[in-house]
């Protein structure tokens, strides 16, 4: 078994990385924990619910974490996500409860109770991880490695440098990134070779499972949001690539630098500085993502659904 928490904040790409990691029997998801970001903390709680129950996976345990970033204000991304973090699709329908402690007491419960250490996959910014990590050290030893998607080693998407997760909560970045443990950060830079194509919204839609239809209708609105906002002819689905580089590391090339994140800066701040060529004389303290097998990555995806529409 490979034992994961999801910590996320669903999110159409972050629902899609949920969906795989319930689908692939290859990674044992011990719980999900959910974090403000895409939306408020209320709505991708609710919406990290809905897509588990549409999964038939009402059963994984799910806590509330952060509703604001350590420092600063929360700016939701209702501009690519809609109103409900998870705009497009009818996902009401009865769900499970939450198990009624915070994230980062469910992480230190799930983490300290694993006989094999756990992968933490984050997708949303990195507030609960940072704040597990400080608070439970004891406990963080039997964390594995934390793969997480922010960043980038190019340009960013929500300032000119800066990725949405990382400027969302920088100080919780810069905690992650100084943690020591094992890091892997799936990045802009290979994230935006994941494209939800018009063959792929096909795909979905042409399972005619119930999960298949969500999927391509929760495409088709974060497509058009990426048109309007973006210029993009297609979206990047960024989550599902963290989750993809666990099942099975060959679908991801990475390389070991050293990665700070940018929290001064007057246009940077939030921006990851990856150094690449290793000019800094800096420890390496990531594996850093730099090449995507797009079509192994979609096979992935797509054969996770298909096997969720089974009954
Ligand atoms: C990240 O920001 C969010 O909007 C997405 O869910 C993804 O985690 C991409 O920058
Ligand atoms: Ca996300």
Redesign the pocket.
């Given at each position: 078994t490979n034992p994961a928490i999801i910590d996320c904040?669903p999110?159409h790409?972050?629902a899609l990385a949920l969906l795989l990691a319930v689908a692939d029997p290859r990674l044992d998801l011990l719980g999900v924990t959910t974090v403000a970001?895409?939306q408020t903390l209320d709505k991708t709680t609710a919406n990290a619910q809905k897509i588990l129950a549409l999964a038939g996976a009402s059963d994984i345990p799910v806590a509330a974490g952060c509703e604001r970033p350590l420092v600063g204000d929360l700016t939701v991304?209702d501009d690519?996500?809609g109103e409900s973090g998870l705009d497009g699709p009818d996902l009401d329908g009865p769900v499970a409860g939450t198990v009624g402690v915070h994230a980062v007491e469910l992480m230190r419960r799930l983490v300290a109770g694993s006989p094999e250490p756990v992968t933490l996959i984050a997708?949303?910014p990195l507030t609960n991880v940072a704040l597990f990590l400080r608070l439970h050290t004891e406990a963080a030893r039997n964390v594995r490695r934390v793969v997480f998607?922010g960043g980038s080693t190019e340009r960013g998407?929500t300032t000119p440098y800066g990725?949405?997760?990382i400027v969302t909560d920088p100080e919780a970045a810069d905690i992650v990134l100084r943690s020591g443990l094992p890091l892997t950060m799936i990045g802009?830079n290979v994230t935006h070779r994941a494209l939800a194509t018009t063959r792929v919204i096909n795909e979905f839609r042409g399972l005619d499972t119930r999960v298949g239809t969500v999927c391509a209708e929760l495409m088709t609105f974060f497509a058009d949001a990426y048109r309007r906002n973006f210029g993009f002819e297609h979206p990047p689905v960024?989550?599902p690539v963290a989750v993809a580089c666990v099942l099975d590391p060959s679908v991801v090339r990475t390389v070991a630098a050293p990665v700070v994140v940018e929290l001064g800066g007057t246009y940077t701040r939030g921006a990851t500085v990856a150094d690449l060529h290793h000019r800094s004389g800096r420890p390496d303290n990531c594996e850093v993502a730099v090449a995507l097998d797009v079509d192994a990555f979609w096979r992935l995806l797509i054969g996770a659904v298909h096997d969720l529409g089974i009954p």
């Open positions: 904040d999110g790409d972050d970001g895409n991304a690519i996500h997708t949303g998607m998407n990725e949405f997760n802009l960024h989550d």
